[in-house]
């Protein structure tokens, strides 16, 4: 199997972005007993990995996405590189491939790796029902998903922290760039 690459197709990644927008969106105004809060930089640890590993094979599927909201994923990002910023990972891909794909220079400048350099991040599984929703500005990710699973990540993640005082999730404002 290939190491996992960004996303090249414009179709595809507008696909996952629009589903992104309207999870941020369906976050908005949810009780915090109703989600879970962690450090924007677990995307990058190796528990993290596997609690998305846990939770895309708990409901049944073989992958999650990885999707930069900010900063522009097609004024800035595509406008530069040529690609979008976003993968999939499914089950025959490693830690490893994972982790390199975030860390991937997307083409002569190592900063914008999306690992690197992403204000708002998704990650999501292709087939199911939960989302991570990270936001550097605030310093904090918010995870939702079905009880079973909120359970079944607050039992396997030892992580969850509480969020900033003030901290709200905003609706998601995309500037038409291109």
């Known amino acids: 199997m290939p190491a996992i690459e960004l996303i090249h197709d414009r179709e595809i990644f507008t696909a996952f972005w629009q589903r992104a927008i309207l999870e941020v969106a369906s976050l908005h105004g949810k009780p915090g007993k109703d989600v879970l809060y962690l450090d924007p930089s677990d995307l990058q640890t190796q528990k993290f990995f596997e609690l998305l590993?846990?939770?895309?094979?708990?409901?049944?599927?073989?992958?999650?996405?990885?999707?930069?909201?900010?900063?522009?994923?097609?004024?800035?990002?595509?406008?530069?590189?040529?690609?979008?910023?976003?993968?999939?990972?499914?089950?025959?891909?490693?830690?490893?491939?994972?982790?390199?794909?975030?860390?991937?220079?997307?083409?002569?400048?190592?900063?914008?790796?999306?690992?690197?350099?992403?204000?708002?991040?998704?990650?999501?599984?292709?087939?199911?029902?939960?989302?991570?929703?990270?936001?550097?500005?605030?310093?904090i990710a918010v995870f939702h998903g079905p009880p079973d699973i909120m359970n079944l990540a607050r039992n396997f993640y030892p992580f969850f922290i509480k969020p900033p005082e003030g901290f709200r999730i905003e609706p998601y404002y995309h500037r038409e760039s291109d």
């Open 53 to 139: 590993r846990l939770l895309t094979t708990a409901q049944g599927a073989d992958e999650f996405a990885v999707l930069i909201l900010e900063p522009d994923p097609f004024g800035y990002f595509n406008f530069h590189f040529g690609k979008y910023p976003g993968f999939v990972h499914n089950k025959h891909h490693t830690d490893d491939e994972y982790f390199s794909a975030l860390m991937e220079d997307p083409g002569d400048s190592p900063a914008d790796a999306i690992g690197i350099n992403s204000c708002q991040y998704v990650v999501m599984p292709l087939h199911g029902n939960w989302i991570v929703f990270g936001d550097r500005y605030w310093d």
